[in-house]
């Protein structure tokens, strides 16, 4: 739908405030947009919250948008940026540091063979929400950690920590996964 004339026109009629041109731009994009918030959340309902709030934005900032370049492109950001002002609105939850991982041994990177997509973003959701960001961030959006430690307001070492702990945290329950799955087919 994103490239043709119609999408221009339905995104005209957005920036107009018709309700029914929103909705139709919004169950178009719901799908991508959750796709993107449920990397950035702990559980689904904190990802429908994220794409809401993003698609507010969306809303209130179409005018920012320039036709012809990826609105999947811009939306992404959007969200990406929801997922951060969701984890800053509630960081005051979130701070507590786990040294638990910091020595563990690392496991062999061939852990993700028999893992599904769902699967390993349930396993993300499953981070503690400073190290689930740094991660996305990092590893999925590829931020450098200077850029992390700038929108998040933390150093660059903990950004740094907190990938290696986000990393470690990841390989250990893929390994135990995939050894769940193996008892299962063994």
């Given amino acids: 739908m994103e490239e043709n004339k119609s999408f221009y026109e339905l995104i005209k009629q957005c920036s107009r405030g018709i309700q029914s041109a929103q909705d139709k731009l919004y169950m178009e994009f719901y799908s991508y947009a959750m796709s993107i918030g449920l990397r950035y959340s702990r559980d689904r309902e904190e990802a429908i919250e994220i794409v809401n709030d993003a698609f507010f934005k969306v809303?209130?900032?179409?005018?920012?948008?320039?036709?012809?370049?990826?609105?999947?492109?811009w939306l992404r950001r959007i969200v990406i940026n929801a997922s951060i002002d969701y984890y800053r609105r509630n960081e005051k939850h979130y701070h507590g540091v786990d040294i638990s991982y910091a020595n563990l041994e690392h496991t062999s990177e061939d852990v993700l063979d028999d893992i599904s997509e769902r699967e390993i973003i349930e396993?993300?959701?499953?981070?503690?929400?400073?190290?689930?960001?740094?991660?996305?961030?990092?590893?999925?959006?590829?931020?450098?950690?200077?850029?992390?430690?700038?929108?998040?307001?933390?150093?660059?070492?903990?950004?740094?920590?907190?990938?290696?702990?986000?990393?470690t945290k990841l390989q250990l329950a893929i390994s135990k996964m995939r050894g769940i799955k193996g008892q299962k087919h063994g």
Avoid: C, W
């Avoid at 150093?155 to 702990?165: Q, W």
């Fill in 59 to 73: 809303f209130t900032n179409l005018d920012k948008y320039t036709p012809g370049l990826s609105f999947k492109g």
């Fill in 123 to 167: 396993l993300i959701q499953e981070l503690p929400p400073s190290y689930r960001m740094v991660f996305n961030l990092h590893v999925i959006e590829g931020y450098k950690h200077e850029e992390i430690a700038k929108k998040l307001n933390i150093s660059v070492g903990t950004s740094k920590s907190n990938l290696s702990v986000a990393r």
